[in-house]
């Protein structure tokens, strides 16, 4: 039973949604609280685009029902790409809490801020056509990142991202990734916190900086990875089979040593 599990970034809806992969994800799992850390239906896509909605899909949906019958709590926290749900903030509804943002304490008692990411465009993105034609090539990568996996889940191959595979080796991409972790920490450091969980950017990482938290838990789009907690307090990333691709150990506590008999 994890503590927590964080996801975003779902795009449910869209053309590059990996629906029944995070189905099946979401089949396994036994957890106290799940966070849907923003773009969890991609409102935006349906409405410029022609919308997907297949029985993977569907089982997206009954597994959320699922997990809400069985005890989990559900957190929606919508990002840019379901926004429209924002005017649903501060509301309990009957399957889950609406929130813009808010903060997640561990079991050590470490206080994480969790938000989308996308309150930091202002400060990461630059705007302008290069921005536009960035755009454009992303989604013509992932159309090739769905094609190469078709093929590979053919040849009894495991998931290979081919998007991030290119990204890291951009020196573009990856300076707008520093500078968006950069905001992040500044940001926490700004409230007082310990760090943050988010998502946005379609790049999946766990990591400190001294002695704060930085928490990407991916997308599944491009990563399909997911963040949790376990009961001590641990930070772990993982694959969407479960594997741990990163961890945070939980912060040490001092324990007062008993008195020794006179």
């Known amino acids: 039973m994890k503590r927590a599990v964080f996801v975003s970034d779902v795009h449910l809806g869209s053309a590059h949604c990996h629906a029944a992969e995070f189905a099946t994800f979401l089949e396994g799992l036994q957890c106290r609280r799940l966070y849907l850390v923003g773009d969890i239906v991609d409102l935006w896509w349906m409405a410029q685009r022609r919308a997907r909605w297949d029985a993977a ?14 005890g989990t709590e559900l957190i929606y926290v919508p990002g840019n790409h379901d926004r429209a749900a924002r005017r649903f903030c501060g509301l309990l509804l009957p399957a889950m809490q609406v929130r813009r943002r808010l903060i997640h304490t561990t079991a ?3 206080r994480l801020l969790v938000t989308h990411g996308d309150d930091f465009d202002a400060i990461t993105h630059f705007g302008g056509l290069q921005e536009r034609f960035g755009d454009w090539l992303y989604y013509r ?52 916190l310990d760090g943050i969980v988010c998502g946005h950017i379609h790049r999946a990482a766990l990591k400190r900086e001294g002695q704060l938290i930085y928490a990407n838990d991916g997308d599944w789009v491009e990563s399909l ?28 506590r001092l324990v007062k040593a008993p008195a020794l008999a006179a």
């Open 141 to 192: 990568i992932l159309t090739g990142n769905r094609v190469v996996n078709q093929a590979r889940r053919r040849l009894g191959l495991r998931y290979w991202s081919l998007s991030d595979y290119l990204k890291k080796r951009s020196a573009a991409a990856e300076r707008y990734i520093a500078r968006f972790v950069g905001a992040c920490f500044e940001d926490v450091r700004k409230r007082g």
């Open 225 to 252: 990875t997911a963040l949790w907690e376990t009961a001590d307090g641990t930070l772990q990333l993982v694959s969407h089979r479960g594997e741990v691709l990163a961890e945070v150990p939980p912060r040490l």
């Open 57 to 70: 899909h569907q089982r997206v949906v009954e597994a959320l029902h699922a997990l809400a019958r069985s």
């Open 108 to 110: 050590d008692g470490r």
